[in-house]
């Protein structure tokens, strides 16, 4: 499977496609109503901001607790179920006069049940398609996500402005709605990938069983720090130019779209092979020219090509599904996703104290050399052949492992 169209013709694929382009909709509309929500309740920027990112946060804890539920479940009813109580829980947000210590809660549950879903989500992908066209179905998902994203922003805000924030909300949750219609309607029934049942005992047991070989700690580091750096980065665009961080953004996205379509798509698997270190670097280095406090032109150039380098993600995802057995694919991608998400929130947090004590142009250099530091300590564990010299011995071991049971 080489090409996009031929991705599209397989039905469960283009159902799991709608299911996480209404999901990200859906999240970034809610996402937006609960800040203005919050924010004009309790006139907090923090809760504000807890508002709209805490589920990202929240996803820690679920991949502590009720990870193992993504290869535990039968993948349609799942996501269905999912649908349905992220409508539900959205909904209970629009509530008029919800006081914030119902509200945050709720979104704390929601944020939980976001990490199981997508192990779910993943796990399900790497089941519909062959090892080949895993990547490429990745990477169709990572290019429908920035401008379901950027739409969602626009449509949220302008829903705010029209009705009101509980109003966005009711939108958000009929989005939610829409992913469940699209998973119970378009994907087929499945058994789970794995035996028995749900708990955070076999949670911790499969999140120790994935983290005890040492080529997938490796990639586990290598796909959540370098990248959480950046994110960091990324994050001081406001302080270095107010006026001009909403283009910086952008030139963003569109280098992330081109990295994602020259690795999931334009590159052949020979020439992929090997790239997943220098796309790391090139994720981080171009920011060292921000140490010169360039203008607008040269930033956005540098940010352009910078952005490009987030293409490692899709190799290193790759690699971390050839190190996996398939009965713990769901549950060892849902932790990727639930690690990144907090080692962004991580790299956001390091990257605004370096600015609090030095400047934004400062810090920003500074956290791209700390995320290619870490590459360069990564990258001999990171060598194709001594990943693939390892692996066979981790992968017979895993093999032998008894199936973590609930």
């Not at 999240?27 to 309790?42: D, I, K, W």
């Not at 250099?365 to 530091?373: E, F, I, K, P, R």
Request: proline share 7%; aromatic share 6%; net charge positive.
């Amino acid at each position: 499977m080489r090409t996009y169209r031929e991705l599209f013709r397989e039905r469960e694929f283009t159902a799991l496609f709608l299911f996480s382009a209404a999901q990200t909709a859906a999240q970034t509309v809610a996402g937006l109503a609960l800040g203005v929500l919050v924010f004009r309740r309790t006139d907090s920027p923090l809760l504000a901001a807890l508002a709209m990112f805490g589920p990202a946060f929240a996803q820690l804890l679920g991949a502590a607790t009720v990870l193992s539920a993504a290869d535990r479940l039968p993948p349609r009813a799942a996501l269905t179920g999912l649908g349905g109580l992220l409508a539900l829980g959205t909904a209970v947000q629009a509530v008029p006069g919800l006081p914030p210590g119902v509200l945050f809660p709720v979104l704390l549950a929601l944020g939980v049940a976001g990490a199981a879903g997508g192990g779910v989500r993943y796990g399900l992908l790497h089941e519909l398609l062959s090892r080949d066209g895993y990547l490429l179905g990745r990477s169709a998902l990572g290019l429908a996500s920035g401008p379901v994203q950027i739409g969602g922003f626009a449509i949220g805000g302008a829903l705010v402005a029209a009705l009101t924030p509980s109003g966005a909300l009711l939108t958000a949750a009929a989005l939610h709605l829409l992913s469940a219609g699209a998973a119970r309607v378009g994907l087929r029934r499945r058994p789970p990938r794995a035996a028995g049942r749900p708990s955070v005992a076999a949670t911790w047991r499969a999140n120790a069983q994935l983290w005890s070989s040492a080529p997938r700690r490796c990639v586990y580091l290598a796909l959540w720090v370098p990248n959480g750096l950046v994110v960091g980065v990324e994050a001081l665009y406001v302080p270095y130019r107010p006026d001009a961080a909403g283009l910086l953004f952008a030139v963003g996205a569109l280098g992330m779209l081109v990295g994602d379509v020259l690795v999931g798509r334009v590159l052949p698997a020979h020439r992929r092979e090997g790239l997943a270190v220098p796309l790391c670097v090139l994720l981080a280095a171009p920011y060292l020219g921000f140490a010169l406090e360039p203008g607008l032109p040269v930033a956005a150039a540098l940010v352009a090509v910078a952005t490009v380098g987030y293409g490692a993600g899709l190799l290193l995802q790759e690699r971390l599904v050839a190190l996996t057995p398939p009965e713990l694919s769901g549950q060892a991608l849902g932790l990727h996703g639930s690690g990144m998400l907090a080692m962004q929130g991580v790299g956001a947090a390091v990257a605004g104290a370096f600015a609090e004590l030095t400047s934004a142009t400062t810090a920003m250099a500074g956290t791209a050399a700390a995320s290619l530091a870490v590459t360069a300590l990564l990258a001999p564990g990171l060598r194709r052949e001594g990943v693939l010299r390892r692996a066979e011995g981790g992968r017979s071991g895993a093999s032998a492992a008894p199936r973590p049971q609930g």
